[in-house]
């Protein structure tokens, strides 16, 4: 397995199932503001998804929100864990470019690789989706795709996103959208990549935050 970006640590058994069970947390305000990262313009929605390299099936969707006021991820019923990303209730915070190469990096493996898909949005309907994950609240197992898609479908232009349980079909009508831009992220670190990463504490940019 590769190291990604030297400012980053992470101790952590790595289990990638269709989604993890719900655990509502709720870091204290002192970690959220520490964390606080503003990426800019372009104002845009990712969405992550972690696809089977032996079946094709869909293993889990993730929602990235780019909005003006910060950058964060919803990685709902997930497992991703880093010590310096925040967590409230599946929003993780403090996703710069380096936390999101590690995100990406955490769920790709032999036998699952990511899709990103990206599409600019107003900053209007970025922060309404900001606010629209935030409040969502914990999500039960495998309902991943289920909270990702209620939550495209409330936001002005997607409301064709279709209500289901199921990566994959996410992914592909995501796919449809005008304007997306896609790119698969592959790895050859095995299923069970339990592992130690040392590097210093991660060292945020404060750029407009």
Same mark, same amino acid.
């Given at each position: ?32 503001? +520490?964390?606080?990262? !503003? ?7 990712? #969405? ?7 079946? =094709? ?5 993730? %929602? $990235?929100?780019?909005?003006?006021? *910060? ?13 310096? %990303?925040?967590?409230? @209730?599946?929003?993780?915070?403090? $996703? ?6 590690? &995100?990406?990096? &955490?769920?790709? +493996? ?5 899709? *990103? ?10 922060? %309404? ?20 898609? *209620?939550? #495209?479908? =409330? ?7 279709? +209500? ?6 996410? $992914?592909?009508?995501?796919? *449809?959208?005008?304007? !997306?831009?896609?790119?698969?992220? &592959? ?5 069970? @990549? ?7 504490? #991660? %060292? #945020? ?5």
């Amino acid at each position: 397995m590769h190291i990604l970006h030297r400012a980053f640590w992470l101790l952590s058994l790595v289990v990638l199932t269709a989604c993890g069970a719900a655990e509502p947390k709720w870091a204290p305000d002192t970690e959220v503001a +520490r964390s606080h990262y !503003v990426h800019g313009a372009p104002y845009q929605l990712t #969405l992550f998804t972690v696809i089977n390299n032996r079946h =094709g099936g869909g293993g889990h969707s993730a %929602l $990235m929100v780019n909005a003006p006021s *910060e950058r964060l991820i919803f990685d709902p019923a997930g497992t991703f864990y880093h010590p310096h %990303l925040p967590e409230r @209730n599946d929003v993780h915070f403090g $996703m710069s470019d380096p936390a999101v190469a590690f &995100y990406i990096d &955490y769920h790709a +493996r032999v036998s699952w690789h990511v899709v *990103e898909q990206t599409i600019d949005v107003s900053p209007e309907v970025a922060t %309404l989706a900001l606010a629209k994950v935030q409040a969502y609240g914990a999500v039960p197992k495998a309902m991943c795709a289920s909270s990702v898609s *209620e939550i #495209l479908s =409330g936001l002005p232009g997607f409301e064709s996103a279709p +209500r289901t349980m199921s990566p994959k079909k996410l $992914m592909q009508w995501f796919a *449809e959208q005008p304007g !997306v831009t896609e790119k698969k992220h &592959y790895d050859d670190s095995p299923d069970d @990549n339990g592992r130690l990463i040392q590097a210093p504490p #991660l %060292l #945020l940019p404060r750029g407009g935050a």
